[in-house]
């Protein structure tokens, strides 16, 4: 089992950036390609990104290409989703998760989910 643990979220003003963190408690997540979801109220989970199990490839939902960047760093066994620009329709509770491969992430079958870190855009 791999629990995933998120951290980062805050209040940023729009334009501006945070940094979002993943890290399992346990068992590293080297093996799994992982990415970022997100829900806002009212909303359905939608995906954001992923990233391949070394990093080498990397999938981004057409709102945020361009502003957010993931990344990951299997030495230290952390996922990153880096969010620049933050925008009014980018807040909501973001969720890591570790799936099979990006094509499993990409369509929303996920192996292990994380509880979740608030991001709150103020205008």
């Known amino acids: 089992q791999v629990q995933l643990v998120e951290s980062g979220g805050g209040l940023v003003q729009a334009g501006g950036s945070l940094r979002l963190s993943c890290a399992p408690s346990g068992r590293t997540v080297s093996r799994y390609d992982m990415g970022w979801f997100r829900q806002a109220p009212g909303k359905e989970r939608e995906f954001v990104a992923a990233i391949s199990s070394y990093g080498g490839r990397t999938y981004y939902t057409g709102s945020v290409n361009g502003r957010f960047t993931i990344s990951r760093d299997n030495a230290q066994n952390t996922v990153y989703l880096q969010m620049n620009s933050l925008q009014p329709d980018d807040p909501a509770v973001y969720y890591c998760?570790?799936?099979?491969?990006?094509?499993?992430?990409?369509?929303?079958?996920?192996?292990?989910w994380g509880k979740g870190t608030l991001v709150t855009v103020s205008s």
């Open positions: 998760a570790a799936g099979l491969t990006e094509q499993h992430l990409v369509a929303g079958t996920v192996n292990y």
